[in-house]
């Protein structure tokens, strides 16, 4: 890397927009090299290398070798569609991802033209001034102009200590770096694959390991595809020897079984659910960075959320200063010396950089007044400054002085603050009742007060030096609209809501109320700490926000929710919440506000930051598991009738009704109503009012798994008792064999439509389920009425037994299925006690 060139003009102004392109257009993007063309080719082998393919090309060639060119050329053709089908998904898969890779693409603060504004990380070009704060990761290369920085570098180097950057040392700042404190401005001098993190080829993003739920799906099908392999040796050896057909004709019976057994369809739909339903989610506002979090969205049973930005529209605004007599000033109108000079305290006790909604109040009412404007009071240097945290709930700034003097400025919580200004008891409980009936109308208060001025050296812990109370600040943010009626959603889910803020108690309690929430019973921060791990459980139970909170004190909330039995949602913005965002079952960052150590730690964004939409991406969530567990009962019934079709025949002693042609046509209709029929079933109009599933629910338990195999094995035995009494009919073999087909293609469809509405607990249609139908209508034309088609599949044309026994078998499904539902309603209208029961028994003489 070079270094920057010293007399470079102004350097902090950064680059011209027009100058930015020309550079953006020769080095290109900041990012690594695109390897995409990788996967397909690694999709391309998964799906020659699948069960049902290879089947596929071990029965055409079956076909050739007998020489039947026909049989041969068809399947060839159904090679090809099911390649199509499966690529078609992928597309949808991958086009669902990308859009996610690029709303989770993450933004850089970039000053430009002497303006500072977000952009792309990706866009960014050599010569651009990064502005870093605290959490933020290093987006590329470079030296640091101003300010100083405290920097991770264990993504590069392995080393967990911190190191201290500044501008006179001249140290280069890499890529993948985190700002773990601090401020500063970087010049960027390499991007893309110029970084040291490009140079070693490390990734910038992860696509993540397959959730537990897709390995216990890979895990079935792997079981089950040896199973299919087994009874496939054993048919064909039935076949040949019990039924005395030829080894290859043998063969073919025996592979039609193994694709009949073979589910193929079961990872494919949990790839494509969960990446579609990411992207359904990301459009309400909420981004999934990791697709297993998906799966838990349904049974999260606790939310803990954050007050400020989640619950309140983070438009903080400093409504009322309270100077040091006690009296009270509205900031909407003309302030006065006293009110002035609280303002002007607190301006020096704000991060001039902070991106805080109070430090930006504050910032912007000093604006209005010209006399803090003109001296530039929000900008004010600072010697050194003490963030909140190591105990801490205030801010405190050096600001340095004429004559190399300072004092210290600070900001921050009023029963922290005060005791630095060594009041006396009356003076304290004045402010103290001021503070606490402020808060009680929903204000967030906060204390200000200043030090003396001193020379020499400033001390390592304000705390040890004295201050004088300037004032008190009082900040409104109101409640989003619309968090009562999600409070109230969530009540209706079982779902418990935690407010959590480091605000007074009387103003988490006022905005608790406001939200929905009881608010009477408050735990504070200090509480926690005083309590053990039992006590904090028993005490949790009990409450519904809490107060005064440090970031530090969010982890043991939430492992004590998860050792009471709760699935927890857990929201953050800072550094210091990535602990608990990590060990909650689900972590939420904030998208608008939150540093990129929070997104990375958290499984969603909140890209809007508002609680409701984290309320949505919960009904989504469950939704998605609905239609997972439609989509895994109906592969568990459709596929029943199949084998007892490819079954009876041979049992009989007659040729196989089934072949892998056949079995391929149907496959088309298991395959898209997998896949896109029930991925686009809406949701259960009680999806909300139930509640959350246990954790360890799974689409494949054995009760969803039974209740398929019992749907398929009623319509396996309508379609077979059809075909027997077809042969004992003596219709003739292939129109037999059609019509049995058709009626089972017609069962296959059942099974679709009568699984779409128990899903959504009603009847439904969607645009994919009319589609499916009309596909589905002209294969039967087709298969029934084209001579080509049907002579090639071993059919007759349609007679009598055609028009009259599919119709029929649909209805006995029907029936099948429909029978427990209406023996569940006749009971419960008729049980003693109801009002049909009352009622019979009044008319009685």
């Known amino acids: 890397m070079t270094a920057p060139d010293p007399g470079q003009s102004n350097r902090l102004e950064g680059l011209s927009e027009a100058e930015a392109a020309r550079r953006l257009r020769q080095d290109g993007p900041n990012a690594l090299p695109d390897r995409r063309w990788m996967g397909w080719l690694r999709l391309l082998w998964n799906i020659v290398t699948e069960p049902m393919f290879v089947m596929l090309l071990i029965a055409t060639a079956i076909y050739a070798a007998i020489g039947d060119a026909g049989e041969a050329a068809l399947l060839l053709a159904s090679v090809a569609i099911v390649m199509l089908i499966t690529l078609v998904q992928e597309f949808r898969t991958q086009g669902a991802l990308r859009a996610l890779r690029e709303l989770a693409a993450p933004l850089a603060h970039v000053v430009r033209g002497g303006a500072e504004r977000p952009l792309p990380v990706a866009e960014i070009v050599r010569g651009d001034v990064v502005v870093l704060r605290e959490g933020d990761r290093v987006p590329a290369d470079g030296v640091l102009l101003a300010?100083?920085?405290?920097?991770?570098?264990?993504?590069?180097?392995?080393?967990?200590?911190?190191?201290?950057?500044?501008?006179?040392?001249?140290?280069?700042?890499?890529?993948?770096?985190?700002?773990?404190?601090?401020?500063?401005?970087?010049?960027?001098?390499?991007?893309?694959?110029?970084?040291?993190?490009?140079?070693?080829?490390?990734?910038?993003?992860?696509?993540?390991?397959?959730?537990?739920?897709?390995?216990?799906?890979?895990r079935a099908v792997r079981v089950l595809a040896v199973?299919?392999?087994?009874?496939?040796?054993?048919?064909?050896?039935?076949?040949?020897?019990?039924?005395?057909?030829?080894?290859?004709?043998?063969?073919?019976?025996?592979?039609?079984?193994?694709?009949a057994i073979l589910p193929e369809e079961v990872p494919v739909v949990l790839t494509v659910f969960y990446a579609l339903g990411a992207r359904r989610i990301a459009r309400r506002g909420v981004l999934t960075r990791r697709l297993a979090a998906v799966e838990t969205m349904g049974a999260v049973s606790v939310l803990a959320v954050d007050k400020t930005g989640t619950l309140t529209q983070n438009r903080m605004a400093l409504t009322r200063l309270v100077d040091a007599r006690g009296i009270v000033h509205e900031a909407a109108s003309a302030l006065g010396d006293s009110a002035v000079n609280v303002l002007h305290a607190a301006c020096e006790a704000t991060p001039p950089t902070s991106m805080d909604p109070t430090d930006a109040a504050v910032r912007t009412l000093a604006e209005t007044v010209p006399r803090l404007a003109a001296t530039g009071a929000a900008s004010a240097r600072a010697l050194r400054e003490f963030p909140v945290g190591d105990g801490r709930m205030f801010v405190s700034r050096v600001i340095a002085g004429p004559e190399s003097t300072w004092h210290i400025a600070t900001k921050g919580a009023i029963e922290d603050v005060l005791p630095l200004c060594r009041l006396d008891e009356a003076t304290t409980a004045g402010f103290t009742a001021l503070a606490m009936e402020l808060a009680a109308e929903g204000f967030r208060m906060l204390a200000v007060a200043r030090s003396a001025t001193h020379a020499g050296a400033p001390p390592a812990d304000p705390s040890v030096q004295p201050h004088t109370v300037v004032g008190l600040l009082a900040l409104a943010d109101p409640l989003r609209t619309d968090v009562p009626a999600a409070m109230a959603e969530c009540r209706a889910a079982g779902i418990r809501v935690l407010m959590i803020t480091g605000d007074h108690p009387a103003t988490a309690r006022a905005i608790a109320r406001k939200a929905g929430l009881r608010g009477e019973n408050l735990l504070t921060g200090t509480e926690i700490a005083s309590l053990d791990d039992n006590a904090l459980d028993i005490r949790l139970r009990e409450v519904d926000a809490c107060a005064r909170v440090l970031p530090a004190q969010k982890l043991r909330l939430v492992r004590s929710l998860q050792r009471q039995g709760h699935v927890v949602g857990m929201t953050g913005d800072g550094v210091n919440d990535a602990p608990a965002l990590r060990a909650a079952d689900v972590g939420v960052a904030m998208g608008k506000r939150g540093s990129d150590v929070a997104r990375e730690a958290a499984d969603l964004v909140l890209l809007n930051d508002s609680f409701a939409s984290l309320v949505t991406s919960i009904r989504l969530g469950r939704r998605i598991f609905d239609n997972v567990n439609g989509a895994v009962r109906f592969i568990s019934a459709a596929h029943v009738p199949i084998v007892i079709l490819a079954l009876v025949p041979l049992l009989m002693h007659h040729l196989p009704l089934l072949l892998p042609a056949q079995i391929v046509l149907l496959e088309m209709i298991i395959d898209p109503a997998c896949s896109i029929v029930f991925e686009a079933t809406p949701a259960s109009e009680n999806v909300m009012r139930r509640p959350p599933r246990p954790v360890d629910d799974s689409p494949f338990r054995a009760a969803i798994l039974a209740r398929g195999l019992i749907d398929g094995a009623g319509a396996g035995v309508v379609l077979a008792l059809a075909y027997i009494a077809l042969v004992l009919s003596a219709v003739p073999a292939p129109e037999a064999s059609l019509t049995v087909f058709l009626g089972l293609f017609a069962c296959v469809v059942t099974l679709v439509v009568t699984g779409q509405r128990r899903v959504a607990d009603r009847n439904v249609g969607t645009s994919w389920t009319y589609a499916l139908l009309l596909f589905a209508a002209a294969v039967v034309m087709d298969v029934?009425?084209?001579?080509?088609?049907?002579?090639?599949?071993?059919?007759?044309?349609?007679?009598?037994?055609?028009?009259?026994?599919?119709?029929?078998?649909?209805?006995?499904?029907?029936?099948?299925?429909?029978?427990?539902?209406?023996?569940?309603?006749?009971?419960?209208?008729?049980?003693?006690g109801s009002g049909a029961h009352r009622r019979v028994r009044t008319t009685d003489p």
Not at 154 to 179: C, M, N, Q, Y
Not at 182 to 211: C, D, K, R, W
Not at 808 to 813: A, N, P
């Open 147 to 218: 300010d100083g920085v405290m920097l991770d570098d264990s993504l590069l180097t392995g080393e967990s200590v911190a190191v201290r950057h500044t501008p006179t040392e001249g140290r280069d700042i890499k890529a993948g770096t985190l700002v773990v404190a601090g401020n500063g401005h970087m010049e960027v001098m390499a991007t893309g694959s110029a970084t040291a993190l490009g140079m070693i080829g490390a990734s910038l993003a992860s696509e993540g390991a397959p959730s537990p739920l897709q390995r216990k799906a890979a």
């Open 227 to 259: 199973i299919a392999m087994a009874f496939a040796a054993l048919v064909t050896c039935l076949a040949w020897w019990w039924d005395g057909l030829a080894p290859l004709d043998a063969a073919l019976a025996g592979i039609a079984l193994a694709m």
């Open 784 to 832: 029934a009425f084209l001579p080509g088609v049907h002579d090639l599949m071993g059919f007759a044309a349609p007679g009598w037994s055609t028009a009259f026994v599919p119709p029929l078998c649909v209805l006995l499904t029907i029936a099948w299925l429909r029978w427990p539902a209406a023996a569940m309603a006749i009971r419960r209208r008729w049980r003693p």
